[in-house]
């Protein structure tokens, strides 16, 4: 990663710096710690959805305005029906348990990702909890279930090769400006930082787009032993990061 100035102290830069405005996590690891404590793989995940909840109210009382998780794939389908419904039963246990003080604490609660191949309940959940928190502003909390980057950009492109077809805009017309806003993650800006769990180094599919610029971190943890303190060691060294989009920097 790029590094301050050697004449720059690394604290007092971190300071100086904001912290990211939108932030990006691929929680992965909680069938690995369940294995390594002899726990079911359904396990993990349940307390996967504890570091969540402990990850939002971090976010929120650091400043972080936009928070984006990769909760459910859509290669996950791939995984054996058992945990997949446990997985759809953990989205449920979220929602119906969650949501009130979620609302009361001022998080905006969106999900991106296909509608398809879901069931009638949780997409009732899922307007349920959109509807009820659609006017909160101290945190967007952005669930990516069911969710492909490049299914997401494959949907921009119908939508502006539809519109091109009905004659609502010219192939001409088609900029990134165009394909960002027909993204399921429009209502966010771009991820300033991406953090992934679990010590994997891969995207695995997740905000290829609006992820193009992000800086990347990957941790050698599993994500339900994820907190605050993590939290802030990843804020401290993205605040120490040189971003120059390309350009030289200064």
Partial sequence: MSEPSPSLDRTAVADIRPPPRHLAIIMDGNGRWAKARGLPRAMGHREGVEALRRTVDAAAALGI????????STENWNRPQAEIDALFDLLRMFVKRDLAQLHRDGVRIRIIGSRHGLSPDILELIDEAVSLTRNNTRLTLNIAFNYGGRG???AAAQSLARAVQNGEMK???IDEK???RLLWTSESP????????SGELRLSNFLLWSGAYSELMFMDIWW???NRE???KAIDAFRCRDRRFGGLGV
């Fill in 65 to 72: 305005a936009h928070l984006t998780v990769f909760s459910f």
């Fill in 152 to 154: 997401e950009i494959v």
């Fill in 171 to 173: 192939p001409e017309d």
């Fill in 178 to 180: 165009a394909v960002s």
């Fill in 190 to 197: 771009d991820p300033d930082l991406v953090i992934r769990t």
């Fill in 224 to 226: 339900p032993d994820f």
């Fill in 230 to 232: 993590w939290m802030e």
